[in-house]
């Protein structure tokens, strides 16, 4: 703690760049119910959402971290809450507005059941119900084209394959200012700690190799 | 360790009524996948069957504690094979046939997604896909009427409604010598850590309030 308030006093604000500045961070996966048992979600450790919103509270930023549920602890300094699906994350996003920025991280499920089943579905001896999807609402779109837009909106992109077409048509649809584009088609990288990254915006495209 | 050892040597058998037994308990959820990044799946902590795994092997038996994917350290003596889908799960519990006892604790996927797709779907402008399910294979019943079936077998019961009506049919559907019965109507049960429980079986009906 003694080396940190040293720290801390020798880097002054030239250290804290973000000072005064509030940031939004989603994180983890969204868990759309199907019934009191059952959902839909995606892999997501939240690793890359808490490491960003970790590093912005270091730069001096006020982080709120909105997290979908994972196993990590929330960074020291930074402000945690907690949703399920993507309609609570949306809705914890627009009460933490006004931002200066906002980093979507989540993956966030596009689809959702539609409607929530009051008991259990059974397993009868007929062939399985299909699962009738609606589309869940866009966060980084939302908050991208919102009346009170944070001026640096980042989206993040888990793709496959084309990973920086897509993360260039990905940018104008939603009208954030940069895509983060994570190639998961390599081995090990959902959940793993370190990904190769390609940074996507207006200006062109930068690649960045092990990003946390 | 030299008081587990004073007490092991005083508690000699006698403390060990299942030394020579082997037993096969499987625990929390399995995953299925839709895409390489979506999928289905329960919610179960795994708790309940990892206090079970351990209890079993203080009893003195051999414990195979087939796992889907948890935030749980194994309990210490116990061996942990872990799985994520309902087909992983039951070719692991068929592998560690024969056994003595068999209990059936996993939340096992009643449904999968018919075939998973190469590349991460698509969120398009149209409708939604809907999502057509199979039905997984029935570790339980599989297993009870196994021709190697071991002597014990166990199987649990998470209902929101008519819970001990529904376990009475599922014991005689599955072919299972009991049917542990949790109420998870009541808030807090689901990925609690105290359960009220109903014991079914060819004799009758036992509860037991507050079982681990």
Known sequence: AIFEAIQAMLAGDAGRPL???????????????????????????????YAIAEALGRLGAEVILVSGPTALAAPAGVTRVNVQTARDMLAACEAALPADIAVCVAAVADW???????????????????????????ILAT???????????????????????????????????W????????PGVMGGTENTVAIVSAQGIERWEKAP
Chains 1, 2 share one sequence.
Do not use: W
């Open 112 to 138: 959702r059941p539609d409607g929530t089943g009051l008991s259990k579905i059974k397993k009868g001896d007929g062939p399985a119900p299909p699962l009738t999807l609606v589309e869940n609402p866009d």
């Open 19 to 49: 000072a005064g500045r509030r940031a939004i961070v989603t994180a983890g996966p969204t868990v759309e119910p199907i019934d009191p048992v059952r959902f839909l979600s995606n892999h997501s450790s939240g690793r890359q959402g």
């Open 179 to 186: 895509i983060v584009a994570n190639d998961v088609s390599q």
């Open 143 to 177: 908050l991208s084209r919102s009346d009170r837009r944070p001026r640096l909106v980042i989206g993040f992109a888990a793709e496959t394959n084309d990973v920086e077409a897509y993360a260039q048509a990905k940018l104008e649809k939603k009208g954030c200012d």
